[in-house]
């Protein structure tokens, strides 16, 4: 079953941005590392500041990326997590 995407505002923690997106009635903590929106934005010195923008623009992809990984079953635990090979 493929995620879909909720109302939860994304954060950034450390180098990445964490969301949420549903899984049914579950809930799915995802993930994209900082390499992967450098990637996204052809910025190979984006800074944390600017990770939040960059996660909205590239929102879409990203969604439907974590999305492949979760239905793919490639877990990092109980997370998902978008690695700028999944781009």
Do not use: Y
Not at 29 to 58: I, M, Q, T, Y
Not at 70 to 77: C, E
């Amino acid at each position: 079953m493929p995620l879909t995407p909720n109302e939860e505002s994304p954060v950034v923690e450390g180098l990445a941005v964490r969301w949420t997106m549903s899984n049914g009635a579950k809930r799915q903590v995802c993930w994209v590392r900082s390499a992967a929106l450098e990637k996204l934005e052809g910025n190979p010195d984006l800074e944390r500041s600017a990770f939040l923008d960059a996660f909205n623009r590239h929102r879409a992809l990203l969604e439907a990326t974590a999305s492949d990984i979760f239905d793919k079953g490639k877990l990092d635990g109980p997370n998902v997590i978008v690695r700028k090979e999944n781009i």
